[in-house]
């Protein structure tokens, strides 16, 4: 077969949510960049972020206390350095998308402010219960206005040359073709792996692919053990999940158990409004205690029905088409995979261990979460290093030459014998993980996954050299790529720490008090 034409730039830039599209208006207007993304541009986990940014504006707050509450929340492992720049860029990175034109309920010169579990003030900036969607539509129209976004490409693998990333084989998702795209320098922008667990409220997009495909090119992987389960998903039958905001609870709400009763203060002092990887445990704990598959979240009895629907319309109207009237009932909810907290690992403007790769938002782990991520922190994060980067690269990029290309080397050209083929793994993958490596592992529960893992991979990287390439193969082995690397960071540390919790390891140890590295 013959390849196509190769697709050149200055940059590359793999992913549309916040990260990548903010670093594309940051970057100087000299430069060309290629934006690809592997569905429709507005398809990230960006777009259904519903808390908001958090940023010091109240004159009785304070960056130091914004440090402070990120680095309880992290639990010992954020990197302070990294911390301390991010919470003191937050003021410029909220001009910046205001400029974008980003509105924020109460009107950008007076913004109200909301609280969300692990804050200790009121900090929370945000557009009603949908911050990512108003952050996303506003940035992808003025992206779209300037420059070329490559929607239905599947980035496959980052193009190596003596160690140096010169470009993404990507898969055209219309024509079936693989084109060759090179740059100077690639920016992996793909958000985060929720997918590779049962229960999410991530979108069908968040694949793990940048970890993925910078692992398989040789570049460190950090701390990706800490996966963040969100307390509060919809448990329901007729929907997959679907996050109920932390917002809620920064409202009021209360969490109770199926007999009714409000239980968080028998788990930490802040109740309700304890840093997730607490309220999500304690959440686990009493649904096992209770022999239950969900607890509730009350906003009826604390708020009055006007309050609900003006703070909370997206919720309210979703929740409503599906029987439920959360200005007068509770809302049943379970926790689900939503972040993660590391990443390929990167310095302080988002460069990663490999010459010519960069990563920012979700992908990146940058050290401000720690082994956990301080609730609306994420798109701030994503805001911040998306500029520093942009800030990098122009100079980074000037020493670098023109790579010579190397074209795809095409293996397989038969379509698979058996479609379910995907399905079947990709639906178990998500089984095992949900299993064996959720809220509460197990040195046993690890093992256990470790092996079913290993005997998916060796399945799925047959059919990757030996049949034609599809999106859904392409993502399937970039999920079981990054769930095996979950199990043997998760196996690596012998402590219970912030999100991984261990009943073989159950207590911290100070001598465990470092990141995770994974390397192929």
Not at 22 to 47: H, Q
Not at 59 to 64: A, C, G, I, L
Not at 145 to 173: F, W
Request: hydrophobic fraction near 35%; aromatic fraction near 8%; include cysteine.
């Amino acid at each position: 077969m013959k390849e196509p034409a190769p697709v050149k730039s200055d940059l590359l830039i793999i992913g549309t949510g916040i990260a990548g599209l903010a670093l594309s208006l940051y970057l100087d207007s000299d430069l060309k960049v290629n934006i690809i993304t592997k569905s429709s541009a507005e398809e990230s986990s960006s777009f259904q972020a519903q808390g908001g940014i958090a940023c010091v504006t109240d004159v009785e707050d304070s960056f130091e206390e914004h440090i402070q509450d990120t680095l309880d929340a992290g639990d010992g492992l954020c990197n302070l350095k990294s911390v301390e720049t991010v919470i003191k860029a937050a003021p410029q990175a909220i001009e910046d998308i205001e400029k974008w034109g980003v509105e924020f309920t109460g009107g950008n010169l007076n913004p109200e402010l909301g609280r969300e579990g692990g804050h200790s003030r009121r900090r929370i900036l945000y557009r009603e219960d949908r911050t990512g969607a108003e952050l996303e539509t506003k940035l992808l129209d003025k992206v779209r206005s300037k420059q070329k976004i490559y929607e239905n490409h599947t980035a496959v693998n980052l193009i190596m040359k003596k160690g140096r990333c010169i470009g993404a084989y990507v898969l055209d998702n219309t024509s079936h073709e693989i084109k060759s795209f090179y740059a100077k320098a690639v920016i992996l922008a793909t958000g985060g792996c929720g997918k590779a667990y049962l229960y999410t409220t991530n979108p069908h997009v968040a694949t793990g692919d940048g970890v993925a495909m910078a692992y398989r090119a040789g570049a460190s992987i950090a701390n990706m053990e800490f996966i963040q389960f969100h307390p509060t998903s919809l448990f329901s039958s007729q929907e997959e999940s679907f996050l109920i905001t932390e917002a809620m609870r920064g409202e009021g709400a209360l969490l109770k158990n199926s007999k009714g009763e409000v239980f968080m203060k028998r788990y930490d002092p802040r109740e309700n409004l304890a840093p997730r990887d607490i309220v999500a445990r304690a959440i686990d704990s009493e649904m096992k205690r209770e022999g239950v598959k969900h607890l509730y979240l009350d906003i009826h009895s604390v708020r009055e029905p006007d309050f609900i629907r003006k703070r909370f319309p997206s919720i309210y109207k979703k929740l409503k088409g599906l029987g439920i009237d959360i200005t007068q009932e509770d809302i049943p909810v379970v926790p689900s995979a939503h972040y993660c907290c590391g990443g390929v690992d990167t310095d302080s403007n988002g460069l990663t261990d490999i010459e010519g790769l960069f990563a920012v938002g979700e992908t990146a782990h940058t050290g401000l979460h720690g082994a956990n991520r301080l609730a609306s922190n994420s798109l701030l994060e994503a805001l911040v290093y998306a500029r520093r980067a942009a800030e990098k690269i122009p100079a980074y990029i000037s020493n670098l030459k023109e790579a010579t290309p190397q074209p795809w080397t095409y293996t397989g050209n038969r379509l698979p014998e058996e479609k379910i083929f995907i399905e079947h793994n990709w639906e178990s993958v998500r089984r095992i993980m949900w299993n064996y490596v959720g809220i509460v592992r197990s040195n046993y529960r690890l093992k256990e996954a470790e092996k079913r893992l290993e005997l998916i991979a060796n399945d799925v990287n047959y059919h990757y050299w030996n049949y034609l390439i599809t999106p859904g193969l392409v993502e399937l082995r970039n999920l079981v790529d990054v769930a095996r690397i979950i199990v043997k960071s998760a196996s690596m540390r012998k402590e219970s720490r912030g999100l991984n919790y261990n009943v073989d390891h159950p207590e911290k140890r100070e001598e465990c008090r470092k990141n995770t590295y994974i390397r192929k």
